[in-house]
């Protein structure tokens, strides 16, 4: 049996598998409720492998693995801080915001801006927010799937990028949000398991650790620096926006909505982050050994950044390591991809639309599927025509979700003084903000300086933008309206860490 049927092969099984997840979850579909967030029915080793698996996506894995063997160490650096923001968010969030979904009827992220401030333009705009946003990073993820697809079916990046594209879709729109968690997890185990044999390998195809990083110091000391090919200053602020901007990343915060209870919280930090961190192994060892071996003569480079990981598995594995090393990468690409879908989704149909319209949809699932569909469709679109390298995509998307949600939702759960004013002005300036610099770079109008990193910049004019706003706008309402926000169950809220009488104190 001739490599390339091998690597078929391993990749037809895993998609068959994805589907009938999918098929499985579809007979479990009996309202929207169960397609946006699985029922509310998580525990906490689901809910935390999948919370990993989505944020590790083409992004971190594809992406990151070609910036490595660029930019050196110092691209991993920054990609360490991530399971502290899993922290962060578990213990700043996920009580609260379990305590709120089960208060109000909340299925997504505009439904918390719904409830939490009541005002209609500042779901409008969240649930805008929210679509851009999702359909943005998908097209990191449709990007990187098309090219992972290609190689694995032995087919062009064009055809690849459709059929990758439509398969999640299928079973997403089959399943939802309990398709994506339940494919999440056995996406994020086989993530785990090949991140690190992969790792391993990757040491021995280099003489060991010593051997490749002398060989990358013998080349440039940059490449073992954290001072090295990026500058530190932007290191450090890529490493800010990382930790803290994983707080505000909607497949995240998502999830704290389907857990079943609040005492699921307790170890699903360090589950995810454990995971996470694991997972880093595949772009470390891979990116650091790619740059080893062209540096000695044993590779070539490879004429884009993004075949970094493939040119590697296709020079130094053997056919069926090199297929389940690139299924572990098509599965990072697909846990992302099927959250966003349904975020996307739901903030087109029950949360846009059911704005504008001042109440739900009829026949919600059904629309919900559709939409699923559309947000798929204008990723590939744009993924196909939008000349970008993975990882600047992903951060591109990262930053934008960071700027809109931090400040309405990550400060509006504690802060009594948030109002829907500001709310409102913050998501547009973030987004109107991270959209004008996008294009500006894309389109050669304005070349940024090396130590300027967009990212941390929108994301604080967000903030800044909500806090001084609320100062100024603030009323007696508002701060009542904060108070009604968690129920007033004293059990509920000690599990969860917080009492109805710390929450009024947090002003």
């Known amino acids: 049996m001739d490599s390339q049927t091998v690597i078929l092969l391993v990749a037809i099984v895993y998609l068959l598998m994805m589907l009938a997840v999918g098929a499985w979850a579809n007979t479990k579909m009996k309202s929207s409720k169960d397609f946006l967030v699985a029922g509310q029915s998580l525990g906490f080793f689901v809910m935390a492998i999948a919370s990993f698996s989505s944020i590790q996506s083409g992004w971190g894995m594809v992406g990151s693995t070609g910036t490595t063997s660029a930019w050196g160490v110092g691209a991993v650096v920054s990609v360490a801080v991530?399971?502290?923001?899993?922290?962060?968010?578990?213990?700043?969030?996920?009580?609260?915001?379990?305590?709120?979904?089960?208060?109000?009827?909340?299925y997504s992220i505009p439904d918390i801006v719904r409830v939490r401030y009541n005002s209609r333009a500042a779901h409008i705009w969240m649930s805008i927010a929210m679509i851009l946003g999702a359909?943005?990073?998908?097209?990191?993820?449709?990007?990187?799937?098309?090219?992972?697809?290609?190689?694995?079916?032995?087919?062009?990046?064009?055809?690849?990028?459709w059929i990758g594209g439509l398969i999640v879709a299928a079973y997403t729109m089959a399943g939802g949000m309990l398709a994506a968690v339940w494919t999440d997890l056995i996406q994020g185990l086989v993530m785990i398991g090949m991140s690190i044999a992969i790792f391993f390998i990757a040491l021995s195809t280099s003489g060991g650790w010593t051997n490749m990083l002398d060989?990358?110091?013998?080349?440039?000391?940059?490449?073992?620096?954290?001072?090295?090919?990026?500058?530190?200053?932007?290191?450090?602020?890529?490493?800010?926006?990382?930790?803290?901007?994983?707080?505000?990343q909607p497949q995240l915060?998502?999830?704290?909505?389907?857990?079943?209870?609040?005492?699921?919280?307790?170890?699903?930090?360090?589950?995810?982050?454990?995971?996470?961190?694991?997972?880093?192994?595949?772009?470390?060892?891979?990116?650091?050994?790619?740059?080893?071996?062209?540096?000695?003569?044993?590779?070539?480079?490879?004429?884009?950044?993004?075949?970094?990981?493939?040119?590697?598995?296709?020079?130094?594995?053997?056919?069926?390591?090199?297929?389940?090393?690139?299924?572990?990468?098509?599965?990072a690409i697909m846990s992302s991809a099927s959250s966003f879908i349904t975020i996307g989704a739901s903030a087109l149909t029950r949360d846009l639309i059911g704005a504008l319209r001042g109440g739900t949809l009829r026949r919600e699932l059904t629309w919900n599927r559709l939409a699923s569909l559309g947000v798929v469709m204008a990723s590939i679109l744009i993924g196909l025509y939008l000349n970008q390298i993975i990882?600047?995509?992903?951060?591109?998307?990262?930053?934008?979700?960071?700027?809109?949600?931090?400040?309405?939702?990550?400060?509006?759960?504690?802060?009594?003084?948030?109002?829907?004013?500001?709310?409102?002005?913050?998501?547009?300036v973030g987004l109107a903000l991270n959209i004008l610099l996008t294009i500006l770079t894309s389109q050669g109008f304005w070349t940024p300086p090396p130590t300027f990193f967009a990212g941390p910049l929108v994301v604080t004019v967000g903030v800044l933008v909500y806090v001084a706003l609320s100062y100024l706008t603030s009323s007696r309402a508002d701060q009542e309206r904060f108070d009604d926000l968690y129920p007033v169950d004293e059990d509920e809220a000690v599990v969860a860490g917080s009492t109805p009488h710390h929450a009024e104190g947090a002003r």
């Open 82 to 106: 991530v399971p502290l923001g899993f922290a962060l968010a578990w213990f700043l969030l996920g009580g609260r915001l379990r305590r709120i979904a089960q208060k109000h009827e909340v």
């Open 135 to 161: 359909i943005g990073y998908m097209t990191a993820q449709i990007v990187a799937a098309g090219v992972i697809t290609s190689l694995l079916l032995g087919i062009p990046f064009m055809t690849a990028t």
């Open 215 to 248: 060989t990358l110091a013998g080349e440039s000391t940059k490449f073992v620096a954290l001072e090295g090919i990026q500058p530190a200053v932007w290191i450090v602020a890529n490493a800010i926006l990382l930790c803290f901007g994983i707080i505000a």
């Open 253 to 331: 915060i998502h999830k704290f909505l389907m857990l079943k209870s609040a005492k699921e919280l307790k170890w699903g930090a360090t589950v995810a982050g454990i995971g996470y961190a694991t997972t880093t192994l595949f772009s470390l060892g891979v990116g650091l050994a790619m740059r080893s071996a062209i540096i000695e003569g044993r590779a070539n480079e490879p004429d884009i950044l993004d075949d970094t990981a493939n040119s590697f598995l296709s020079q130094f594995t053997s056919p069926v390591i090199a297929g389940l090393a690139l299924v572990a990468l098509l599965a």
């Open 391 to 428: 990882y600047l995509l992903g951060a591109i998307g990262w930053a934008a979700f960071a700027a809109a949600i931090f400040g309405p939702v990550v400060l509006g759960v504690y802060w009594r003084r948030g109002t829907g004013i500001a709310a409102l002005v913050s998501v547009i």
